[in-house]
């Protein structure tokens, strides 16, 4: 296996970016923080209706410049937080400007109850891609940073992910408890 970049965009909470950073450390990676030229409101509600309007008008957020080599990695780790029942305008942005025929495209998406289509979408957006397995991460919708997803699914999901003949597992990966390191 080639090089591996993970691709994200988090929000203030840097619930996405934990995942990232996980990911990154167990797979030897790279990571790229998607940051927008005009970041989004901090502010949940400012933060949906900015995106919503964006989304209904057809604008993709500019981003800022990135020093890495697209053609130098061959697979791509895509995380997101889930905005909308999809994926965060920032990451559309990026996978809008980019060919990944040929690349390897592992998603994952953190998310606090209502994943949607984020992963359906992320692979739809990476037209003549070869798919990893996805993953989606829940975190509590009142507490913000606190995982429920387990350490160990998502340790496992690493583990595997990048594994020829790895699939995907099913969608709601709640586990009914909180998140700790094992």
């Known amino acids: 296996m080639g090089k591996i970049l993970v691709v994200y965009y988090s929000l203030v909470n840097g619930n996405t970016k934990r995942i990232a950073d996980l990911i990154a450390e167990r797979k030897d990676a790279d990571t790229l923080r998607l940051q927008t030229v005009e970041p989004y409101p901090d502010n949940d509600k400012a933060r949906k209706k900015k995106a919503r309007e964006d989304d209904e008008k057809g604008i993709l957020?500019?981003?800022e410049k990135a020093n890495y080599d697209f053609d130098s990695y061959d697979t791509f780790y895509i995380g997101t937080p889930v905005w909308g029942c999809s994926m965060a305008a920032p990451v559309r942005s990026f996978l809008a400007s980019h060919d990944f025929t040929g690349k390897k495209v592992i998603p994952f998406a953190t998310h606090s109850g209502e994943p949607g289509d984020v992963l359906s979408d992320i692979r739809k957006a990476c037209e003549g891609a070869e798919f990893g397995p996805g993953f989606l991460i829940q975190f509590d919708p009142?507490?913000?940073?606190?995982?429920?997803?387990?350490?160990?699914?998502?340790?496992?999901?690493?583990k595997n992910s990048t594994q020829e003949g790895a699939r995907e597992e099913p969608v709601?990966?709640?586990m009914g408890g909180w998140g700790r390191p094992l």
């Open 142 to 158: 009142q507490e913000g940073p606190i995982m429920m997803t387990l350490y160990a699914e998502i340790f496992k999901w690493i």
């Open 61 to 63: 957020p500019e981003l």
């Open 172 to 174: 709601n990966r709640m």
